[in-house]
């Protein structure tokens, strides 16, 4: 099956170039993109981005160029338009793949292991329809969690649960949020229907298989680029990436 890697990320954002602010001599960006490349399982590697600057530290890790017009790199562009948009420019320089796997600029908790899993997971199960990174955090389950009703009152969110629910984090069921450092989608998929999936990532489809992780980082904030640094002195071995062995272009 054929597998490409497209790393997402545009320039517009609230900390600004957060992804290619320096990370222990590295862009932000390097960490996925390097991910990618070391990856056993990826043939092709991809980079959809609205700014000139990732573009280029991105084509330096061996990723071919996609840039991503203006009105799908707005703050409020959807990231389903963002990958279709790619796998169109594909279609037209190469051949479309069988499985994507998506990359976010703004994460550095990745490793290429990790990706070759994952794409293990799916070439194994041709139901699934995208395999994803999750992380188990209890202290935000949803029984846990309130709203605000029209008197101004805090009111339990999750309506209907029946019985007592435990103050204790380690009594309730086991609460799993997507890490977002990558995505590995069945392209098929994407092209037959990517809205009655299941919410709020509709495109992810309705079979998805999970990959549980200890943690992940999106930067965001200046503290969250600390976090990272942290992360990275501890999990990624201090190893300069490059080209060879992965083909570079169509």
């Known amino acids: 099956m054929r597998t490409y890697a497209l790393l997402t990320g545009r320039g517009n954002n609230t900390l600004k170039d957060k992804n290619i602010l320096d990370c222990l001599g590295h862009p932000v960006l390097y960490y996925p993109a390097n991910a990618a490349l070391q990856a056993k399982t990826v043939d092709k ?7 000139e600057k990732i573009l280029a530290e991105a084509q330096k890790l061996g990723h ?6 203006a009105e799908l790199a707005l703050p409020t562009s959807q990231h ?8 169109g420019e594909m279609k037209k320089q190469c051949d479309m793949p069988d499985i994507l796997v998506v990359t976010l600029a703004n ?12 794409v293990k997971i799916m070439e194994d199960d041709s139901e699934l329809t995208a395999v994803v990174p ?14 605000v009703d029209e008197d101004g009152r805090l009111q339990m969110y999750e309506k209907g649960v029946a019985g007592k629910i435990s103050t204790n984090r380690q009594d309730l069921p086991a609460c799993y949020f997507l890490s977002h450092n990558f995505w590995v989608l069945r392209v098929a998929n994407l092209l ?27 930067i965001h904030k200046e503290v969250d680029l600390l976090l990272a640094k942290e992360w ?13 062995g992965k083909q570079a272009g169509c």
């Open 80 to 87: 389903i338009d963002c990958i279709l948009h790619a796998l």
């Open 134 to 147: 999750v992380y188990e955090d209890n202290d935000h389950h949803p029984l846990r969690a309130k709203t």
């Open 107 to 118: 994460n550095v908790t990745i490793k290429p292991e990790w990706i070759d899993d994952c």
């Open 64 to 69: 071919i160029p996609i840039k991503r017009p």
């Open 232 to 244: 990275v002195k501890n999990n990624i071995p201090d190893t300069e990436g490059g080209v060879s």
């Open 45 to 51: 590697l991809f980079c959809s981005s609205d700014d």
């Open 192 to 218: 037959q229907d990517v809205s009655n999936g299941q919410q709020p990532w509709a495109f992810m489809g309705n079979n998805i298989g999970y990959y549980k992780i200890d943690e992940s980082i999106d």
